[in-house]
């Protein structure tokens, strides 16, 4: 998948370097992380809000569209997401397949079982693609707070500095695309350890 980014102006704080509004981001995120850590009692209710309040917690500060649904078809290199208009629905279709998938857990599921469950549900957010922006970060806090929900530790899917680790979650993404999760659940998998 390719990267889009929203020109530096359209941001709250008027930054214009890339780097910045790179970090501005990464500390969004990072919130959202400690948010997911600290704050919220689990198990959570799965909902299509409590994907908009992520994203919303993350981006708020950035950009005014934080938490809302995209309203076109975002570039994303040569990935061609779902017309706009058709993002609600495949998001509500999206969680009551997620709490489906859920109910069919037993009460301590595998880690296997689980990563299963986290591919799909990390795959699935990013080909809707719901947002303007910040989609795979909203995707791998969202997987997080399914793992601490089943009782593991976060799931880091790639380190931005490590090139190779980003390629391979990407072959994973696009294979993941042509119905073949394995790849995506074998990455998730191997990251799975009990909190």
Do not use: C
């Amino acid at each position: 998948m390719g990267h889009y980014t929203d020109a530096p102006e359209d941001n709250l704080l008027g930054l214009t370097s890339k780097d910045e509004l790179n970090e501005q981001e990464a500390l969004g995120v990072a919130q959202v992380e400690r948010y997911l850590l600290e704050e919220i009692e689990y198990p959570v209710e799965l909902s299509v809000s409590l994907l908009q309040d992520l994203h919303r917690r993350a981006f708020q500060h950035l950009y005014d569209w934080a938490g809302q649904w995209r309203k076109q078809v975002p570039n994303v290199g040569a990935y061609l997401p779902p017309p706009a208009n058709q993002v609600p629905l495949l998001l509500y279709e999206f969680i009551d397949e997620l709490r489906h998938r859920h109910a069919l857990l037993p009460a301590e599921p595998t880690a296997e079982r689980v990563a299963a469950v986290l591919a799909y549900a990390h795959h699935r957010l990013v080909a809707i693609h719901p947002f303007v922006n910040g989609n795979g970060r909203t995707a791998r806090l969202f997987t997080n707070l399914l793992a601490y929900g089943y009782g593991f530790q976060e799931v880091i899917l790639y380190r931005r500095e490590q090139g190779e680790g980003r390629t391979q979650y990407l072959q994973a993404i696009r294979q993941a695309d042509d119905y073949h999760l394995a790849p995506l659940q074998a990455l998730i998998h191997e990251q799975l350890r009990p909190l």
